[in-house]
Nanobody
Framework: QVQLVESGGGLVQPGGSLRLSCAASGSIARIPVMRWYRQAPGKEREWIAQVLRDGTTYYKDSVKGRFAASRDNAKHMLYLQMNSLKPEDTAVYYC??????WGQGTRVTVSS
């Protein structure tokens, strides 16, 4: 089990970019799958991206082509580069391991 801490959220204008980071307290090298989820106000938490141990990525259709997830196993880090942000991307973003570990979330607000 690892502790996860997200950072990098904030207020950004539509069309802008943010890079989220997720720092793990221990090694993630042997964790097969790490994921990003988000929860918008009044909505259920939804999966948006995942990164396999070998760097293979998968995305929810609504973020495909705009978001890029990556991981650095040596630094125990997971990242989410978010470009062309839209107001509907406003949410709290969480990282997750398939061992069942969650971070506390970082808030992203896309607004002019």
């Amino acid at each position: 089990q690892v502790q996860l801490v997200e950072s990098g959220g904030g207020l950004v204008q539509p069309g802008g970019s943010l890079r989220l980071s997720c720092a793990a307290s221990g090694s993630i090298a042997r964790i097969p799958v790490m994921r990003w989820y988000r929860q918008a106000p009044g909505k259920e938490r939804e999966w948006i991206a995942q990164v396999l141990r070998d760097g293979t990525t998968y995305y929810k259709d609504s973020v495909k082509g705009r978001f890029a997830a990556s991981r650095d196993n040596a630094k125990h880090m997971l990242y989410l580069q978010m470009n062309s942000l839209k107001p509907e991307d406003t949410a709290v973003y969480y990282c997750y391991t398939n061992k069942g570990d969650w971070g506390q979330g970082t808030r992203v607000t896309v607004s002019s």
